[in-house]
């Protein structure tokens, strides 16, 4: 059963780097706006 | 999908008829390509940097500020710019006039090819434009000039430190979010395993690796529901030190058990616990609270999006006579101030030369403007419908208008007591009742039947669980969300989060008269005929005059004139066609009044009469002797020996009877179909006017109000509507004056139209946009229906309970069953409040079939402000 084990520390590890991941995109003000990112992707130069 | 241009009909549509303007869409001159040389400009500008798509790719909306750059003198910037530690500087300003996604693009586009600009991004939700740079500071000015160019309106903020604080807590929400989500998957998959393994038909799991997992649950778990709690614990604990209860109480109480009884199975090695329970609860309850934070700081942010771009620049007249513009903030007491023709007053103070009638209507609700001359107190808000005043500033003494009306204001809010709302009312019912039905499950399973106090406390707290209120949290704030959603995208910005239980509840509505039921602005009333009228319109489109204004928009769409000559305080001139007060278009000096009739034959005396009046081109500017100018302005507002006191314009061509043009109060285009709903409906209506008996009496009649009073000051408002709040009845005031503004704090609900005094819109905890008055009806519908759905929600979450509390009290609930109950109530919520989605139903007379164009924009709706092209339905 020690599979378990590793299984868990992986699975808590991949869902830890989701979470830092969300926190730095919070943090650089990613959330502040979400119009203007919908909008801005149909003007972006190619 | 296109993104190609999507043209409102008559902007594009028709350029063989009407001639447009390539940068601003505006009607230009038929042999132009431009509407006026800034335009050219602006094209050019946007041709040279290699931006040119921008004028294939953009959608240009009628609702907002059309893209016409205006030589206005600048902002001061200095007061507004942010040194940052790093060295930088930092910016905010407000841009009007961004008509959909392309024109940000073009923003940014622009400001990329400036050097020394780190960031310029605009935030579309916001319509804010930030700026970082690594020069001096005093750089700004040459990015913002940079985009003035282009025909954008920047205002620099002021209020940037509310939003900064809004902004602190919407992060803290979604932080706690993340981590509540990343909790509540992982110890949801962990319990899904030790379920499946205790099934007891596979029996793969032992009991040393169900304690393993439980321990990871609690490590997982304990951290999260520190963290992810904390907007909850201390709204409880808030609520708690001011001896009330709401609904985060039970909520606190039940997840702090949950996890501490978890914890306590989990060292004495039990075979249940409840951690995924206690997370999932947080997840859930926290994307309600990230939701209703979003919603509510959007309407938030575009109020004060609209009181900014409101805000009036004043020019201060120096020492040395120079002009300089300043944020009204800035104006000192005593400093001199020039204002314009048909500009705002921005500051409280004296006339100390000039005359001219003034619209103060914002003001004091006196519809007909009032003439004033050196000596006159103005105030800030007031309209300059003449010439060209001096206004010396006072310092906002006790005596004025303002500190009246804000004295009244706090009077009337520290009467109007708090209201309850709703869900704490449950709550402070619900929490003792679930509290004493764990304590009543204890006592009976220890006392009574006698198991062991570690089992009967296990009991005691599956019921405490299973009325955590989840559903019942989220009844309300679920509701709350969409409704408050709705009602933006109908332009109404919802500022209070009360406003929507407190509006429900109106059995009494209270109008103001002027700027409120009427348009804000005098509207044209009166004149000959449509030729006429599109001729004046002609060279009044060449005007920024409010009664310009007014002509142009009456006449719908109108070509501007070419080299047209505006004479300050006087009119406007063509050659010999003259549009202006009675004096500046000679009437009764060399015009002879002609009959109607004559008009068939104007030809016959073209030329002679137009030599007679020494009229020929040029000599119009050598007639702005003082002695007429002030003649013009007396004649502006009060003609005397007219047929009328109302403001007027005269329209003379060489060889035509001149024309007249009358302006008076309307009432808003749906105001009378709106308040026969209303009526309908079943609300008391009532009319409290601070203007004149005839004029209220004229407007009353004609929109079918019985209850009027006239001439009401402030503190009479204040007196009539606590008069109705003591008959019991409950009562929404709408208004938009200054005078209102101790009215709108005294009632229970108050709304203001956009266009209302700052202190009025500041006020009131609902704002509607636009020309028509049916948001307010729409609101009161939307506000019955939310409080309906809450009621449904409550009761579906009160059922839940009824049927789960006895298997709880029965020791029959499992964490499984637990998680699936809680869950399925809580979506049951969601989904009985996503019905909110549905549209309004007017039940109306099929006469009033106009009525259905309330929610769509209309050329003058200011709706779309706070909306972008995308999220249309």
Request: glycine content about 0%; aromatic content about 20%; charged content about 40%.
């Given at each position: 059963m020690t599979i378990i084990l590793y299984l868990l520390a992986i699975s808590l590890a991949m869902g830890g780097c989701g979470v830092l991941v969300f926190l730095w995109t919070l943090r650089s003000g990613?959330?502040?706006?979400?119009d203007g990112a919908a909008n801005r992707i149909r003007y972006d130069e190619d | 999908m296109s993104v190609t241009t999507l043209p409102l009909a008559g902007i594009a549509a028709a350029p063989a008829a009407y001639p447009v303007c390539a940068h601003c869409g505006q009607p230009a001159p038929a042999s132009r390509r431009f509407c006026c040389p800034g335009c050219e400009a602006a094209f050019g500008i946007v041709q040279d940097l290699g931006l040119g798509r921008y004028y294939r790719q953009r959608s240009l909306d009628a609702a907002i500020r059309p893209l016409r750059p205006e030589a206005t003198d600048r902002w001061d910037l200095a007061q507004s710019i942010v040194a940052l530690p790093d060295g930088t500087h930092e910016l905010t300003v407000a841009v009007d006039g961004l008509q959909c996604g392309a024109c940000v693009w073009l923003i940014e586009q622009v400001l990329a090819r400036e050097p020394g600009l780190r960031i310029g991004r605009v935030n579309m939700t916001t319509r804010r434009l930030r700026l970082v740079w690594t020069g001096p500071a005093a750089d700004a000015s040459r990015f913002v000039s940079r985009i003035e160019a282009l025909g954008y309106r920047l205002v620099p903020f002021t209020a940037a430190l509310l939003g900064a604080e809004q902004d602190r807590t919407g992060r803290m929400l979604l932080r706690a979010l993340a981590v509540a989500g990343f909790a509540a998957g992982n110890v949801m998959m962990i319990s899904i395993g030790i379920w499946a393994g205790q099934t007891g038909r596979i029996d793969t799991i032992g009991p040393a690796t169900v304690a393993l997992l439980h321990w990871i649950s609690a490590l997982i778990a304990m951290p999260a529901v520190a963290y992810a709690g904390r907007p909850f614990f201390a709204s409880a604990l808030a609520a708690l030190a001011q001896r009330r209860t709401n609904m985060d109480v039970p909520i606190s109480l039940g997840v702090l058990l949950v996890t501490g009884m978890s914890l306590w199975e989990t060292i004495a090695g039990g075979a249940h616990t409840y951690f995924d329970s206690a997370v999932t609860l947080l997840f859930f309850l926290l994307i309600g609270r990230v939701l209703d934070h979003r919603a509510r700081g959007k309407a938030r942010a575009t109020a004060e999006q609209l009181l900014t771009l409101r805000s009036i620049d004043v020019a201060v007249i120096a020492a040395d006579g120079t002009l300089h513009r300043r944020p009204q903030a800035q104006v000192a007491a005593e400093d001199r101030v020039l204002v314009a023709a048909g500009e705002r007053i921005g500051v409280d103070g004296v006339i100390e030369q000039g005359n001219a009638p003034l619209d103060a209507s914002l003001m004091t609700g006196e519809s007909m403007p009032v003439n004033a001359g050196p000596g006159t107190a103005v105030y800030a808000g007031t309209l300059n419908l003449g010439g060209a005043l001096t206004v010396r500033a006072t310092a906002t003494g006790d005596s004025t208008l303002l500190a009246e009306c804000v004295r009244l204001i706090d009077a009337a809010e520290a009467r109007r007591g708090r209201f309850v709302v709703l869900a704490d009312r449950v709550a402070s019912r619900y929490a003792p009742a679930v509290h004493l039905c764990a304590l009543l499950t204890f006592l009976g399973w220890y006392g009574a039947l006698g198991v062991p106090v570690t089992q009967a406390l296990l009991i005691a707290t599956s019921v405490l669980i299973i009325t955590c209120p989840c559903a019942l949290a989220l009844a309300v704030p679920a509701v709350q969300v969409i409704a408050t959603g709705r009602l933006f995208r109908d332009g109404m910005l919802l500022k209070s989060p009360t406003a929507l239980e407190r509006l429900a509840a109106v059995d009494t509505i209270v109008f103001d008269k002027t700027g409120t039921l009427t348009e804000p602005l005098l509207a044209l009333s009166d004149y000959p005929d449509t030729d006429t009228l599109n001729a004046a319109a002609a060279l009044a489109a060449c005007s920024r005059h409010p009664l310009a204004r007014s002509l142009v928009a009456a006449a719908g769409r109108v070509t501007p004139a070419d080299g047209v000559v505006e004479h300050p305080g006087q009119g406007l001139s063509l050659g010999d066609v003259r549009l202006g007060s009675r004096s500046f278009c000679r009437i009764g000096n060399g015009w002879v009044l002609r009959a109607p009739g004559t008009i068939d034959s104007p030809m016959q005396n073209a030329p002679g009469a137009g030599d007679s009046l020494a009229n020929a081109p040029g000599a119009g500017d050598g007639i702005q002797t003082a002695d007429d100018a002030a003649d013009a302005m007396q004649n502006a507002a009060d003609p005397g020996d007219t047929q009328t006191t109302r403001p007027e314009l005269w329209f003379a061509r060489p060889g035509q009877a001149p024309a007249r043009f009358g302006f008076n109060e309307v009432p808003r285009p749906d105001a009378g179909e709106t308040i026969a709903r209303l009526q309908a409906m079943g609300y008391a209506i009532r009319l409290l006017s601070g203007d004149r008996p005839s004029s209220v009496a004229r407007i009353a009649d004609a929109l079918k109000i019985t209850e009027r009073t006239a001439a009401c000051s402030p503190a009479g408002k204040v007196a009539a509507i606590e008069a109705l709040r003591q008959q019991g009845r409950s009562v929404l005031m709408v208004g938009d004056g200054l005078n209102d503004s101790p009215a709108l704090a005294a009632a229970n609900i108050s709304a203001s139209p956009a266009s209302a005094a700052d202190v009025s819109q500041t006020v009131a905890d609902l704002v509607f946009q636009g020309r028509h008055l049916a948001p307010v009806a729409t609101a009161l519908v939307l506000a019955k229906r939310s409080r309906r759905a809450m009621q449904q929600n409550l009761a579906l979450s009160i059922g839940y309970n009824i049927v789960m509390v006895p298997l709880a009290v029965a020791g029959w609930v499992t964490p499984w069953l637990a998680a699936a109950a809680m869950s399925s109530s809580s979506l049951l919520v969601m989904a009985n409040s996503l019905r909110l989605h549905r549209p309004v139903k007017h039940n109306r007379p099929s006469s009033l079939r106009s009525l259905g164009t309330v929610n769509q924009p209309g050329p003058y709706t200011q709706r779309s402000l706070g909306k972008t092209k995308g999220d249309g339905p």
């Open positions: 990613q959330y502040d706006e979400m | -």
